[in-house]
Nanobody, 116 residues
Framework: QVQLVESGGGLVQAGGSLRLSCAASDRAFSSYDMGWFRQAPGKEREFVAAVTWGVVGITTYSDSVKGRFIISRDNAKNMVYLQMNSLKPEDTAVYYC????????WGQGTQVTVSL
């Protein structure tokens, strides 16, 4: 069974930065577009960022994080990263990685809390 394990979350003040990591056990990892998603309390899970499967790795972002977050991947290590800069309180959520569209069982996520 493919596992997705997110890490790197924490408590940070507004304006700060965090780097999230996602480890995938999928041998076909490099063949999938990968994405980061988040779910805030009382809200539905939403798309944050994605990177295509190819060597070039074309990236897309939601409007709410564009210009502040950077997604990247390392196919040799089966890893996806999310560099989050200029964090805002509204970025507070549990962050998940998955294929895009989501095809794998969701991992436990990693909590990101941004304080004023």
């Amino acid at each position: 069974q493919v596992q997705l394990v997110e890490s790197g979350g924490g408590l940070v003040q507004a304006g700060g930065s965090l780097r999230l990591s996602c480890a995938a056990s999928d041998r076909a990892f490099s063949s999938y577009d990968m994405g980061w998603f988040r779910q805030a309390p009382g809200k539905e899970r939403e798309f944050v960022a994605a990177v295509t499967w190819g060597v070039v790795g074309i990236t897309t972002y939601s409007d709410s994080v564009k210009g502040r977050f950077i997604i990247s991947r390392d196919n040799a290590k089966n890893m996806v990263y999310l560099q989050m800069n200029s964090l805002k309180p509204e970025d507070t959520a549990v962050y998940y990685c998955n294929t895009r569209p989501p095809l794998r069982i969701w991992g436990q996520g990693t909590q990101v809390t941004v304080s004023l």
